[in-house]
């Protein structure tokens, strides 16, 4: 017997103030039990107050092969960047 | 793939660019192009590594309801639980490879799939909880803090995770041990019954010498792995050596001496046709831990096919709810 349950991905919000983050993936028959499951498999020891999951399927991830010309381009655009700017020393914090 | 001209060079290029990352102790993450061997190579080793977590919760499995305590039993308990998460971070580390969950059950039911030897020996007493979670633990702490800079990105981040939890394992086990040793005399001998038991097994853990691992050198050029089977082994013991004086136990090997000038303890030969029959599948337990895994397998089919089907009804149902409103 195949065991047909999705994969989902889960993202866990380890406190308030700070983002949720990728943390790894599980198999689960359905939402609320992909939130079951990432309780029992991620935060056992207090890792989080708030969970994410996400069907793997609904996520669409850039391609490896063009993270260059998607990339690349703000690589020499050190404009972008506040060190770029010289300023007197006498202008101590900006 | 079609051999074509074109395409022979554009995985040499890819080679090239892979090559030139793990020199750089740069990552590979899921969707980056990776050699065939590398991506094989890696399957094998973290599937191998999750089914050793999963067999291993059968043999600390069967002292949780004979626990002396219910500190032991609560420690016990959550390690055991540990262990099944352990198996479940790696599993989902090697699905990001492109291999299926259930094929990697399937691979571990069939009996192609090998899971780490030292769970195919019995445990015969309270004892081996502590000798079980110093030693055997211990051993492979040795071996995941290794892991954690292992050159897979997935496979890195599930290892800085189950580091993290190693530890607690460790401790309870040694805290045991240090509780007995404290003991009657019939619980200090239970103790030292325990070690030399496990002491051996735990050594086997790092495999085969380095001369006879057949798959080490790839794995260390690839940094899959970053240390030798033998360096592994060789820390574990200068690791362990003082924590059994703490103890006042012998360590059950005639040999083990410290050698001044390597700056390591020397230690005795391993049995490694014990080690090879283990693997074969003839130790004390392969039979059983198998039969047990299978058992709640298939006991566990219905449990997976109704979650399913009720998942997939309330699927339906909500959708047949939006119809409904729509027709309103
Ligand atoms: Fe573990
Ligand atoms: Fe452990």
């Not at chain 2, 001496?257 to 004390?284: L, T």
Request: net charge negative.
């Amino acid at each position: 017997m195949k065991n047909n349950w999705p994969i989902w991905e889960v993202f866990i919000r380890s406190k308030n103030g700070l983002s949720h983050k990728h943390v790894g993936s599980l198999h689960a028959a359905d939402a609320e039990m992909a939130i079951e499951n990432a309780r029992d498999v991620y935060t056992r020891r207090t890792e989080g107050v708030s969970l994410w999951v996400v069907e793997s399927k609904n996520i669409t991830a850039s391609a490896p092969t063009d993270a260059d010309a998607l990339f690349e381009p703000a690589a020499n655009k050190i404009y972008r960047h506040p060190t770029f700017y010289n300023l007197p020393d006498e202008v101590k914090h900006m | 793939m079609p051999v074509e001209g074109s395409n022979k060079t554009d995985n040499q290029d890819f080679m090239k660019i892979f090559d030139a990352r793990i020199e750089r102790d740069e990552k590979v993450e899921p969707k980056d192009w990776m050699p065939d061997a590398y991506r094989k190579t890696l399957i094998r080793q973290i599937s191998q590594h999750a089914h050793s977590e999963v067999i291993g919760m059968q043999p600390e499995g069967n002292w949780i309801l004979r626990a002396p305590s219910l500190r032991r039993k609560v420690a016990l308990l959550a390690k055991v639980q540990d262990e099944a998460g352990h198996g479940l971070y790696l599993y989902s580390a090697a699905e990001t490879l492109g291999i299926e969950r259930d094929e990697l059950y399937q691979q571990l039911l069939d009996g192609k799939a090998k899971y780490s030897s030292i769970f195919n020996y019995p445990t015969l007493t309270w004892a081996d909880m502590g000798a079980v979670g110093w030693l055997v633990d211990g051993a492979a702490i040795m071996n995941q803090v290794m892991l954690t800079r292992t050159s897979y990105g997935p496979y890195a981040r599930a290892m800085v995770r189950i580091c993290k939890e190693e530890s607690f394992h460790q401790r309870q086990g040694y805290e045991i041990l240090l509780h007995l040793v404290k003991g009657s005399e019939a619980q200090k001998d239970m103790a030292q019954d325990a070690l030399n038991r496990w002491w051996w097994p735990s050594l086997m853990m790092f495999g085969p010498t380095d001369s006879e691992s057949t798959h080490s050198e790839q794995s260390m050029a690839w940094k899959i792995k970053r240390k030798s089977n033998d360096e592994l082994r060789q820390a574990f013991v200068d690791a362990t050596v003082p924590q059994a004086e703490v103890l006042g136990l012998t360590i059950p090997d005639p040999d083990l001496k410290w050698n001044e000038e390597r700056g390591h303890y020397d230690f005795g030969p391993i049995d490694w046709d014990e080690f090879w029959q283990v693997v074969k599948g003839d130790g004390p337990c392969n039979r059983e831990r198998m039969a047990h895994y299978t058992k709640a397998y298939e006991e566990g089919a219905w449990v997976r096919e109704a979650a399913m089907a009720y998942a997939e009804k309330k699927q339906k149902r909500r959708e047949a709810a939006k119809s409904d409103l729509q027709v309103a």
